[in-house]
């Protein structure tokens, strides 16, 4: 194999990985924006149970949205599967939000156990989401 044969796919690498970057931007400053609390603010100061949310909000999206790229057939098509991926996850929160009203302020005060029931329902319905992703 040529060096330009490997080269051939980079214009489509680069276009995939730019969507999905960018849908991965995307979601996260929509996920931030819908909780009722600063989640990079406390981050920076420290709060543990917020990292953990998001960061399983954040892999929790990214495991769909990776499956998207694999079987995806064009950039539109990658586009609509991330942004199912986006919805899904939001609605995840939003449902933890109803069965358990109080897990917010547990984010909120750090108690690392309602971030790490977040965290576990974001990567367990990401994981679903993904495999369910059908050509």
């Given amino acids: 194999m040529t060096i330009e044969q490997s080269l051939a796919g980079l214009p489509a690498f680069l276009l995939y990985f730019g969507l999905a970057l960018a849908l991965l931007v995307l979601f996260v400053a929509i996920y931030v924006t ?12 420290g709060n543990a149970a917020a990292a953990i949310s998001l960061g399983g909000a954040v ?37 933890v939000g109803k069965l358990l009203p109080r897990f917010v ?14 965290a576990s329902l974001a ?5 679903l989401n993904a495999a369910a992703m059908t050509n």
């Fill in 34 to 45: 819908v909780t009722p609390y600063k989640e990079l603010t406390l981050i920076r100061e």
């Fill in 105 to 118: 302020e547990a984010i909120k005060d750090g108690r690392i156990a309602g971030g790490i029931l977040l």
């Fill in 59 to 95: 892999v929790g999206f990214v495991l769909p949205l990776a499956r998207a790229v694999t079987q995806s057939v064009s950039a539109l098509d990658l586009l609509v599967w991330g942004l199912i991926a986006l919805v899904v996850q939001v609605v995840v929160f939003f449902v």
């Fill in 123 to 127: 990567i367990g319905v990401g994981l």
